[in-house]
């Protein structure tokens, strides 16, 4: 049977756990001089609907790493721009890859082409999950503090695609979540209903952005305006003001907290430079990280260790 990664409660926790390590000793692997080749003759095509910079390139960049081959495609210039269904495309390029990697606005998009495709399908960010982000982000607050179920990990801002995925992981993994959005900006009601079904640990939704930051250990932030949104911009920009993570908020977590943000980040609007360039942010680590857990992804999914 195939297995697909397009959201994490679609995932269980040994396999969750076995990513995180296996992400660990790739990474390790990799800084001690191993060259990989557990993908050679392999290949991946990348579909993409929106921007990227990261995603695209530790994808691109895990692959090769691990010897295999990637064929990117932007969606517009395919034939799906002049209506070729979904149900064809995924038939048609399950038969010329060993996985798909997709990056579009609907969840419903990488559910219909995982639906046709006799390869993984990867879900690289949808309007409704970041799935392999938030794996590389947890892969991060590991390195950086330890066992998540033994901190207090806050989200502040939008309850957006990368918020549901923390909401799963929490509910997956069995570790507690803060998150701190406005009103009108909560994250998605049924994935938040689902996961508390799961939850060993809670989850808990505030307003308070003050309140949430108390002793977090591990803070989370993320552009206010998510891609597919901007003509909201300006209503938001006055909306999250109190959101935006500056000294002042920051003080209000443990000292030595750390900062995350999945970039790219907008200074001065979610996150300030004194804190995006302060001792405390790790965004640049956890940039890298997407690719060590990228290689984990496809190394899993491809060679049936999933
Ligand atoms: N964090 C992230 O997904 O970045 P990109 O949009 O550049 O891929
Ligand atoms: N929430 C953001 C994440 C970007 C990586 C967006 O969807 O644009």
């Known amino acids: ?44 095509c990348m579909l993409f609907e929106k ?3 990261r995603t695209r390139v530790s994808f691109e960049s895990a692959m090769y790493g691990m010897g295999g081959q990637v064929i990117f495609m932007q969606a517009r ?31 419903q998009v990488v559910e219909e082409l ?6 993984p399908v990867i879900n690289a960010l949808t309007d409704l999950h970041h799935p392999c ?71 808990t939704v505030l307003q308070d952005p003050l309140a949430a930051m108390q002793d977090a250990d591990v803070v989370n932030i993320d552009v206010w305006t998510s891609m597919g949104k901007e003509k909201e911009k300006e209503e938001r920009l006055a909306i999250f003001r109190p959101y935006q993570l500056n000294a002042d908020l920051l003080a209000k977590a443990a000292k030595d907290a750390v900062v995350l943000h999945c970039l790219p980040a907008h200074r001065d609007e979610e996150i300030t430079e004194e804190v995006l360039e302060g001792p405390q942010s790790v965004v640049f680590d956890q940039s890298e990280n997407k690719m060590h857990m990228h290689k984990a992804i496809l190394e899993m999914l491809i060679n049936d260790t999933f």
């Open 114 to 119: 995982a639906r046709y495709s006799e390869v």
């Open 133 to 203: 982000q938030i794996l590389s982000d947890l892969m991060t607050v590991i390195e950086k503090k330890g066992a998540p179920e033994q901190l207090k990990i806050v989200w502040l801002g939008d309850g957006n695609n990368m918020a549901n995925s923390w909401i799963q992981a929490a509910a997956v993994l069995g570790f507690p979540l803060t998150l701190a959005c406005p009103e009108g900006y909560k994250p998605d009601a049924a994935i938040l209903e689902s996961a508390c079904k799961i939850a060993t640990q809670p989850i």
């Open 1 to 44: 049977m195939n297995k697909h990664l397009l959201a994490l409660q679609d995932i269980s926790p040994t396999q969750l756990r076995a990513l995180l390590n296996r992400a660990a000793v790739l990474k390790q692997e990799t800084a001690s001089g191993i060259r990989h080749q557990q993908l050679a003759g392999k290949s991946i």
């Open 77 to 107: 210039e395919t034939q799906l721009d002049r209506g070729e269904p979904l149900k064809d495309t995924a038939r048609v390029l399950c038969r010329y890859a060993d996985a798909l990697v997709v990056r579009t606005y609907g969840q």
């Open 51 to 53: 921007p990227s910079t």
